[in-house]
């Protein structure tokens, strides 16, 4: 569905959608925005047929140029290389979505009608009896079915009653779609996922989107079907997880930024705060705190005793908390971080009186090491350069002197690491630092999901 923003879904009458959210996982998150791609429907739909991010799949704007689906194909295409035995079927009324070869044309059948030229409103009826018709009967395998009328409402007359009157007769050609599923004569027999999403959201109440805003960002993805929790709500989940859910479904691996399985990661057991010193944030959102998780540390005694509240020293934030704090400086683009993150911010700790001279250092629980082995260091980082500032990474054996494995001194955005470690003689356990320092009102250094192996 083009263009919904799920706080106006949960304000609207929309039963199907609401029972769908109750029945399994719902989880909300953000997209891209100007630095790496508009917060628009080429690349949201992109980031959600092929599960990978815009740096990968190469669609940045509505025109398309730059397209690397060839090399990441949609999630229906995937499904026909694993298995040309699968019925695989996509309607939409985006033409550009089939035109553009978003869904290619390996999809065993692709129904495509013209929104932009007749009305999305009609041309939705029309998707909607197509899906109901093939759907209902021995019908495709997997399937992508496409509703526009929302984003095309929300264009014209921003977030108000027409889009919530768009809102609601979507969730009823959603039920008729569902329906003609549960009415199959072999449902019974099946194992069905249903997955509803979303490739952007709107500004609130003008509508339009593109841009860094949060209410343009906004996203949102419903996942129902076996081995899904009822009533889920995880808060790492990203745009890119449907094509990973959606495959998984089928026993099909790919090497995707998408996911579907949950990992345990520290960061995301954290209790967050609401704000202090920061002003732009909305006071209720509870979205970071400076205690690390057990077995973690910060340590600040270089830290000068002035500065942001939020930002002294390594703390713990959300995207949301985060990218609130100051739009358009690339926070908003740390897609490969989810949930809680760890986060070394200089430039924002510097916008109150004495935050100057940032110097923190991160610290990781012991591992279990093995000598003369060599070990991984893999982790998400999110790096941006700017004067002096260096970002080390440390490790430190059997409680001995630090070992610099890399310095970051370049712009290293978006980037999953895997840094080798040779594990000396007699080791038996290793520490991992991360010092953030030399940054008086520099950028910033973001670290997720660290795993050794």
Known sequence: ??????????????????????????????????????????????????????????VTNNTFTGKQYTAYPDFLTRLETANPALSTYSAVDWAALHNQGTFSSKVDT???????????????????????????????????????????????????????????????????????????????????????????????????????????????????????????????VRQ?????????????????????????????????????????????????????????SVDNSRMPTGGVTEWRGWTFATDEFWSRSQIGQERENALRTRGVFAVADSDEFADKTGGSSFDSTLTTPAYAVTAGSTVRLNYVTHYRQEGSQKGDVLVSFNGGADVLVKRYSADALRTVESLPVTVPAGATSMVVKFRYYDASNNWYWVIDDLRIG
Request: glycine share 14%; aromatic share 6%; hydrophobic share 40%.
């Open 1 to 58: 569905m083009d263009g919904l923003n799920w706080d106006n879904v949960v304000a609207a009458n929309a039963p199907n959608l609401d029972s769908l959210a109750a029945q399994g996982l719902l989880g909300r998150s953000l997209v891209q925005c100007p630095g790496v791609a508009d917060s628009s429907s080429g690349p949201g739909w992109s980031n959600i047929a092929t599960g990978v991010w815009p740096d990968k799949h190469g």
């Open 110 to 236: 692709r129904v495509t009608y013209d929104g932009d030229g007749n009305g999305y409103a009609s041309q939705d009826v029309l998707i909607t009896n197509d899906a109901v018709s093939r759907l209902g009967s021995g019908g495709p395998d997997a399937s992508f079915v496409y509703l526009g009328n929302t984003d095309a409402v929300a264009h014209a007359s921003g977030t108000g009653t027409a889009y919530t009157a768009a809102i609601e007769k979507q969730d009823q050609q959603l039920g008729q779609i569902l329906a003609a599923v549960r009415a199959r004569p072999t449902y019974a027999s099946e194992d069905w996922l249903i997955l509803v999403t979303t490739d952007h959201g709107h500004r609130v109440p003008l509508g339009g989107h593109g841009g860094c805003q949060i209410d343009e960002r906004g996203t949102f993805l419903i996942a129902v079907g076996s081995g899904i929790t009822a009533g889920s709500r995880p808060d790492d």
């Open 240 to 296: 890119v997880d449907l094509s990973a859910f959606a495959l998984r479904h089928f026993g099909v691996t790919a090497s995707l930024d998408g996911r579907a399985a949950r990992s345990a990661d520290p960061f995301d057991s954290l209790t967050l705060r609401t704000r202090v010193d920061e002003t732009g944030i909305p006071a209720t959102l509870a979205g970071w705190t400076p205690a690390a998780p057990t077995g973690w």
